[in-house]
């Protein structure tokens, strides 16, 4: 996949832009370290039982508005939920199934994708039991006569009456809206826009009585401590007795529900939406890196005048032919000896069939061993590793084609939208805001003919050959010659 393309400067990404957001957002997932994974699925845990409140404050004593009317309404309250989550930053277990993008993208591995839903899950259910120990302290279940709490009671009821395959297809069918609202936010940048794309999504699978896995941590437990720690008052209040709740117990929570439901919400989100669409967008780019073409700043090289070099030397005269790659399903281990004997930083990763797909480096290596606190996981690929995103470069580019390349950014030097329009002013000329750029571009470039890797050019390389431009090679000045023209 070319790394080319303009950076899109709108704040707003159409579906295949979309994908590449949903797949930063996978990678992310896997960098985070585990002290702060766990913390925020904490908060995410927290923000989805205060959801549940708003939901049952709502749905309350609404004997009159109608069933669709006010599970509708306590929809709309239980998107607060994700909206903490989104903008707040929660991990959700929910939504963190989409990691399994990044697996598919080679980019991690499917132990470490296990890892990441275990520390979330983990979190999640540690952050509802912190909301519940503070809601039934608070004895909010005894709101409007104990209503509050007999609602609770007859939600949480209702989740242990489904059957496994029951419970398992609206597990699916939750987790199926629930990532596509997380995916709808990949459209913008804007916060507001994100807030407003959830809203109905969740409103639907609330509504609708769709399982949550996350969601019946809080809901259920809050029932079964209602059964448990509710006096006697409160049972008088509502007509009820607690043997008619006696179903709800940490067993019936766990076999009825929690596993059916958790295994569903998995499906629906990393298959029916994740997986969906990483095989609509991205499935058929992992198979080669397509050839991109470097576009010049310059219509010719005679507007440069370059009289002491050919400039139009194309990159089949000076590309290396005989370069090192790595294989994807070579060790980390092994690859990275392989690059230091040869005193590499980093190598183009090629399948069997010579078709590149992707980059290794020191980087990548140094970037995992933070992620995992410098205890690497076992049994780590090259492909595990590799960055996909490669720009890649053609015989017949020529070599002023590369030298402004790199040393040119042309939305840097230029900023401006789609539509022509400036996105900013600058006194500076154009060769002054050339020199005070930063621009990043990679130091290695696949050559790549009829999807076949035919060589390497560096950066080295293209100035190696623009040396002949600053004249014949000096000799060394002699430390003697140099203090004599000091004196």
Known sequence: MSSNLSPNTTGQFNPSEMMEQAAYYALAKSKKPTSMVIGLAIMAG???????IFYTTVTTGNTETGWGISRFA???????GLILVVIGGGELFTSSVLSAIAVANRQISFGKMLGIW??????????????????VSAGMYQNDGGQWGLNALNI?????HHQPLEAFALGILCNL?????????????????????VILPVAMFVSSGFEHCVANMFMVPLGIAIQQLAPPEFWLAVSATPEQYADLNIVNFITANLIPVTLGNIVGGA???????WSIFTRPQLKAVETSQITPLFTDSDSKEMIKMNANKTVNQFMDVNTYVLQPEMPVEVALDNL???HLSGAIVVNSHSEVVGFFSEHDVLVELWCEDYLPEKGRTVADLMKTDITSISPKDTLLQLAEFYAIDKPKLYPTTDMGIATSYSTLSINDRARDMRVSKPRILPVIENNQLVGVVTREDVVSQLRSIYGERMEAVKAEEVDAIVA
């Open 340 to 342: 230091l004997d040869r």
């Open 74 to 80: 306590g929809g709309l309250a239980f998107s607060l």
């Open 177 to 197: 809206l629930v990532c596509l609202a997380v995916w709808l936010t990949f459209c913008s940048t804007n916060m507001l826009t994100k807030a407003v794309m």
């Open 271 to 277: 298959g029916l939406v994740g997986l969906a669409y």
């Open 118 to 135: 275990g520390k979330v899950y983990i979190g999640n259910f540690i952050g509802a039991g912190l909301l519940l120990a503070l809601v």
């Open 46 to 52: 927290v923000f989805i039982g205060i959801a549940f």
């Open 156 to 160: 949480a009821q209702h989740k242990l």
